[in-house]
């Protein structure tokens, strides 16, 4: 994509990981220096005539002296336009007659309009609160990308309140809470902590969705360890969830965590390019322990699946600081843990 200012051209080359701007030089022929190509991580020379102002229609030659990606590359592209004058350029502005909408703006759910240009409007998962949920797709599921946070079923009907931890401990009956207690810290951020009797009600997710089974926890497991998910980019088929289980990173932000000294653990900085892959965007929301205290917020993030274990207990999953998986477990219903949705098939 091309656009003349000046005496200046402003255009994209594909692989570039940014549009680039340089002068016409000699009627069609132009240099560029310091750019960076999507598979060599190293800064290029580019170079090259190009047949037409208004299609540029050519050739480029490309160099690096830090990897072997030397050679050349056939694109075409179309002359570009910031018509509204919002800073970005078109196509990669999807509606370059409107400031409002770019690759940068806030998309607003419901409305028909792709105001992010990501290519479709966003779902409004709304619970029974009001509160709006944004999604993620895995493979064909499609899951809430951030942790409930209602105090009502999909009903209506409230979901009772315990902070005593004594009440807490003998219940067992449905009940939620919020960390330590504390709503305006926890709500927006890390959602509500629920005990699985809430789940067991059926009525806990928004109408279409329900809280997921193990089974369809370890369906997206399996799915992310196969498809190169691993921070590693180790790749395992054979439908094991817990070997070569690396996925960690890939559902985690990269924020909140408490630190950790092993590569490729949920806390540790290392290959920052693995973290929230997939945008399920898990944070480490921590848990209500059975017998009331709060515990673990940064180092873990849990999460209920709808399945029942023997014993009073239910099988559940989680992220750790110190844990490069996805983690697996059986735990007491009365413990409070972070819930996720599903759209049902």
């Known amino acids: 994509m091309v656009e ?24 069609h022929d132009i240099s560029l220096t310091g750019y960076y190509y999507q598979d060599c991580p190293g800064s290029v020379t580019i170079t090259g ?14 160099n690096s002296n830090s990897c072997s990606c030397n050679g050349n590359s056939e694109f075409s592209a179309v002359r570009s336009t910031d018509t509204d004058q919002d800073g970005y350029f078109s196509p990669v502005d999807c509606n370059d007659v409107d400031a409002t909408i770019h690759p940068n703006a806030i998309e607003v759910c419901g409305d028909g309009i792709d105001q992010d240009c990501n290519g479709s409007d966003l779902d409004c998962i709304i619970d029974g609160d009001g509160n709006i949920y944004k999604t993620v797709t895995i493979d064909s599921q ?9 105090t ?5 009907t409230e979901i009772p309140l315990v ?6 401990y003998n219940l067992l009956t449905p009940t939620y809470c919020w960390y330590n207690n504390d709503e305006n810290a926890s709500k927006n951020i890390y959602g509500a902590l629920y005990n699985w009797y809430t789940v067991e009600t059926g009525k806990l997710c928004p109408a279409g969705w329900h809280v997921p089974t193990d089974d369809e926890w370890t369906a997206m497991e399996n799915y992310l360890i196969a498809n190169g998910f691993n921070y590693d980019g180790s790749v395992d088929n ?5 070997t070569l289980n690396k996925i960690a990173k890939s559902l985690a932000v990269n924020t909140n965590w408490l630190p950790d000294n092993f590569p490729g653990n949920a806390g540790n900085p290392s290959y920052p390019e693995k973290f929230n892959t997939t945008g399920f965007s898990g944070l480490p929301a921590g848990r209500r322990t ?5 515990w673990n917020i940064g180092v873990e993030g849990c999460w209920w699946t709808s ?19 996805l983690n697996k477990g059986e735990n007491a219903k009365v413990n409070g843990f972070s819930i996720r949705c599903m759209r049902d098939h």
């Open 4 to 27: 003349q200012i000046n005496g200046n051209i402003r255009f994209f080359i594909p692989n570039l990981t940014q549009p680039v701007s340089g002068l016409i030089a000699n009627g």
């Open 49 to 62: 005539t190009f047949s037409d102002l208004d299609n540029f229609t050519g050739s480029i030659a490309y």
């Open 142 to 150: 499609t899951w809430l990308a951030e942790n409930l946070k209602t």
């Open 152 to 156: 009502k079923y999909n009903d209506g």
């Open 163 to 168: 902070t005593d931890d004594n009440t807490w």
């Open 238 to 242: 054979d439908g094991d969830r817990s």
């Open 290 to 294: 059975y017998s009331g205290p709060f």
């Open 307 to 325: 399945t029942a274990a023997p014993f009073s207990l239910a099988i559940m999953r989680f992220l750790r600081n110190s844990d490069s998986g």
